[in-house]
């Protein structure tokens, strides 16, 4: 400490200013090489602060004058920067001395920290508070929620874009990125085709005002699910699960895809919440393995009058249009309650599925109906060797082996000559019988 200016003490003990000028006083103190002016409060007999106060009774903190910054009271527990309050409870921001802009309060980690009003919302004084990337903070409401600006005309929420064209986001009381909304409550997306992402590092959807998930929409203004890096569709919200499939503009719902094999790329259809998508006319489609095999729900043993509701369309099929029965506790699943009828004796092999292996079983019972994914190829393997009906034309793992044609007799040359000239021996002595009988 250098030079520091006193205090006249009354005959009680209290410090007391200059009544012909009163202001704090001050002292010099060197940081980093740099000597700094700082105002300091004078105390009272019992240790108490004297402030200074104005007009309105507010207390005016002293400054250090050298950065032009106030000296907020702190606590002491975490040295957490205090705003002053006024008589209605209102965190009050310092102004800076000889300016138009104002000084945030600062936490414990040093960060800068905007002051609340008597019902909790945070209020803004000049400018933002920036982070050093360039990005600001924006102020929350009573319901920890970042308050966006609004458009005078829409009163909706707007997004900022940055310097380097991404958008500022709003972050909620605990850290959680948050989408601007609409008037009527709705969030939406911005313009950019950015999206929003948990702490997890997963995208997460917009939602209404009630909660209900927004799909965001792809040029033909049909539904699309959000994608994690991995390259997975996005399906929970959290840890909870979505609550609907995407939708075409036509009304037919789409199964999210995940990604069974990362190296080989190779994805499967997924059911939500134990429900069959639907196409536009309502009709139920069973989704899609990572081959373009239909599967059906997890059934369970004793589903007798139930088949309908796991079997809507009948047993489910391969991409060639062949009868799949599935595997159910080790068995094959077969009921007279659905079409086409199909008997143990006509299943050929087990089909390998990811994940699963070799689970369910291929018949070679031909579908009445046709597939809708595209012909690919698959793995079967062969149940009853030596079957007397032949797998699918696709069937790549140990196909049954194809009989080779017999040999045709080998016949030399000479013996060829020869049996040409007994023939036409032969026919020359028939023409001569017809010509001797036709002159008799």
């Known amino acids: 400490m250098l030079n520091v200016d ?3 003490v009354n005959h009680v003990g209290d410090q007391i200013y200059n009544p012909l000028s009163r ?5 010099l103190i060197e940081e980093a090489g740099v000597n700094h002016k700082v105002q300091f409060v004078p105390r009272n007999a019992n240790g108490s602060f004297n402030f200074i106060k104005d007009h309105d009774g507010m207390i005016l903190y002293p400054f250090n004058l050298t950065v032009n910054f106030p000296i907020f ?8 920067e205090i705003y002053p309050h006024d008589a209605e409870g209102n965190e009050v921001i310092l102004p800076k001395l000889g300016t138009l802009s104002w000084n945030y309060a600062k936490d414990e980690d040093g960060n800068a920290y905007y002051p609340t009003d008597k019902t909790g919302e945070e209020i803004v004084q000049g400018d933002y508070i920036y982070d050093e990337d360039g990005s600001f903070k924006y102020p929350l409401n009573r319901e920890g929620m970042p308050k966006y600006e609004k458009d005078d005309t829409t009163h909706d929420e707007v997004y ?3 310097m380097d064209l991404s958008i500022n986001w709003g972050v909620d009381k605990n850290g959680n990125q948050r989408y601007a909304k609409k008037e009527n409550g709705d969030e939406y997306y911005p313009i950019n085709g950015e999206f929003i992402y948990d702490p997890s590092g997963s995208p997460q959807y917009a939602r209404t005002r009630e909660g209900n998930i927004i799909f965001p929409l792809d040029v033909e203004r049909n539904e699309s699910y959000l994608m994690d890096d991995g390259g997975s569709d996005v399906i929970y919200m959290g840890d909870v699960l979505l609550d609907r499939y995407a939708k075409t503009r036509s009304g037919e719902e789409i199964y999210p895809i995940q990604i069974t094999h990362q190296i080989a790329r190779r994805y499967k259809e997924v059911l ?3 429900k069959y998508a639907t196409t536009h006319l309502q009709e139920v489609k069973y989704p899609l393995d990572e081959y373009g095999n239909e599967y059906t729900l997890d059934i369970p043993i004793q589903i007798a009058g139930k088949e309908k509701d796991y079997f809507p369309r009948g047993y489910p099929i391969t991409n060639d249009n062949w009868v799949i029965v599935p595997e159910v506790e080790g068995k094959e699943f077969i009921s007279d309650q659905l079409l086409p009828k199909v008997q143990a004796t006509n299943i050929i092999g087990k089909l390998y599925r990811e994940g699963k292996h070799y689970r369910d079983y291929v018949t070679n019972v031909k ?4 597939s809708r994914a595209a012909r690919q190829k698959y793995n079967i393997f062969p ?3 030596g079957a007397s009906n032949p797998p699918p034309l ?3 793992l140990n196909p049954p082996p194809v009989p080779p044609n017999k040999p045709l007799p080998k016949v030399s040359q000479p013996l060829n000559w020869s049996l040409i000239g007994m023939v036409l021996i032969g026919f020359i002595y028939l023409l001569y019988q017809f010509f001797l009988k036709a002159t008799k």
């Open 6 to 8: 006193k205090y006249a």
């Open 394 to 396: 696709n069937n790549l």
């Open 73 to 80: 009271p702190q606590n002491q527990k975490g040295r957490k």
């Open 23 to 27: 202001q704090y006083a001050t002292y």
């Open 160 to 162: 900022v874009i940055k």
């Open 272 to 274: 939500l919440n134990e």
């Open 383 to 385: 149940y009853v060797l």
């Open 367 to 370: 579908s009445t109906r046709l």
